[in-house]
C-alpha cells in the first residue's frame, strides 16, 4: 500500500484530542531537518481500549517534538493486515504486535529493527519485564519490548468458602491442593449444584499447567510431561468436582456467566476477565462476592509462576524515524506507561508493585489483589518459534480426543509426539 493512500484511509492524529490528518510532507521535511517528527503507529480497535488513547496523549504531552498518527486497524484484521503493510513497504514506523508468537516470523524477514543500542543507551533494565523481555531476543539481536500482558490467576467465590467454613485459597496453594478444595466445595446437584472448580474447555486450561514451570513449552516432540495435567483434569471430571468437557461443549457454557452465576467456587482464568466481573457487578447483573488468588503451581515450581501471553511493541526496520519511534517505545514501556496502563486494570509488561498496586486500586477489584498478582516468572502459553501455530492447532484437536475418553492420555500424548514430528519435520 502506497504511503498516500494509507494515510489518507487510516491515519488517526491523536494531539489533544482525535482529529483526522493526511501525511505532510513538509512534516516531514521538518523531521528530517530536525523539528518536529512525524510517526506512524499501528494499533487495533483503538475505541475499545482506552489506554492506548491515553499513551498517545500522554507522550505527545511529554514529547511536544514528536507526532503520532495512529493507524486504526480492525482487531480481527490486524495480523493479516501489518503483514501486508511490512511486506509492500509501509510508511508505519512502530506497532504493536497482536499475536505475539509471530515476532519470531517479521523477524525472519528483516522487518523489525534491532533495539539492542537504544537499550544499552538508555540503560533500560531488562530485569524490569519478569522475564518477558528476554523472549525478544532473536540471534542476538532485541526485537521488541513487552508492551502489556495478561496471566492466568486463580478467581473465588468468597460466599462459597465461607458457607463451607474454609479459608480462602493462598496465593501458594499448589495444583494437588486445589484438587482437594474442589473436593470439599462441591455440594448439591442438578440446576443448583455448585461445582468446585471449573476448567473452560480450551486446551490451555490443562496445558497450561504443565509449562508453567518453564522446562517445556507447547512446541515438543514429547508431550509426556503434560502427563500429571491431564490425569488431574480427569481425575476431577470423574468426581464430579467439574463439568465434563463434553457437557461444556454441548452446552456452549461461558465460563464468565457461570461463575458471576454463584455456581462455582473456584475458576482459574486470564485476568483479563476481571474487568469483565466487575462491570456486571457494578451494572447490578450480579451480587458475586469474588477474591483472586496467585494461580496453583506445581510441588516443586515456585509460587508466583504463571502462565501468559504478552503484547511486544516493535519499530519497523524500514522506519525514516527509528529515533522518534524508539522514544514512544521507551515511553510505554517505560514506569510511566506502566501506570497508565494499570489504571485501566491491564498488566503492564514492567508488572512492577507500582503498577499492581495501581489495578488493585481500581475502584470494584476485591481486597488482597496486589498480592495475589505478583508474579515471579510468566512463561508464554504460545513460544516464539516456528510453526507454533500448526502445534498449537494439532495440540487444540488432540486435547478434546482426550478429555472425551476416545483416547488414553497416554495415547493422545504419543499422538501428539508423533504430529509434532511431522510438523517440525523431525
Known sequence: MKKKSLCAALAVCLAAGCVFSGCSKKEQTAAQSGGPATIQLAVWDISLS???????SSFQAANPNIKVEVIDIPAADFTQKLSVMLNGGSAVDVFFIKDGDTTR??????????????????????????????????????????ASTAYYVLFYNKDIFDKAGIPYPSNDLTWPQFEQLAQQLTSGSGAGKIWGAHFHSWQALVQNWAIQDGKHTIVETDYSFMKSAYEMVLRMQDAGT???????????????????????????????????????????????????????????????????SVTPLAINNASKYRDAAWEFVKFVTSEEGAQIYAQHAVFPGRADAQSLAAIANVPGMPAGLAD???????????????????????????????????????????????????????
Open 105 to 146: 516470523g517479521l523477524a525472519s524477514r528483516g522487518q523489525l529493527a534491532d533495539l539492542s543500542s537504544y537499550i544499552k543507551k538508555d540503560n533500560i533494565d531488562l530485569a524490569a519485564y519478569n522475564g518477558l523481555a528476554e523472549r525478544f531476543d532473536m540471534d542476538g539481536k532485541i526485537v521488541a519490548l513487552p
Open 50 to 56: 482506552a489506554y492506548y488513547t491515553e499513551l498517545v
Open 372 to 426: 495475589a498478582l505478583a508474579v515471579e516468572n510468566i512463561a508464554l502459553d504460545r513460544p516464539m518459534v516456528d510453526h507454533v501455530a500448526e502445534v498449537n492447532q494439532m495440540l487444540g484437536e488432540e486435547h478434546g480426543l482426550i478429555l472425551l475418553k476416545e483416547v488414553t492420555v497416554d495415547q493422545g500424548l504419543a499422538d501428539m509426539a508423533k504430529h509434532a514430528k511431522e510438523i517440525l519435520g523431525n
Open 242 to 308: 467439574i463439568r465434563d468437557y463434553g457437557a461444556i461443549r454441548a452446552g456452549n457454557i461461558q465460563y464468565g456467566n457461570e461463575f458471576l452465576r454463584g455456581g462455582i467456587a473456584m475458576l482459574p482464568m486470564g485476568f483479563w476477565l476481571a474487568a469483565a466481573l466487575k462491570d456486571r457487578i457494578d451494572n447490578g447483573e450480579s451480587t458475586l462476592n469474588w477474591g483472586v488468588a496467585t494461580i496453583p503451581h506445581p510441588e516443586g515450581t515456585p509460587a508466583g509462576w504463571t502462565v501468559g
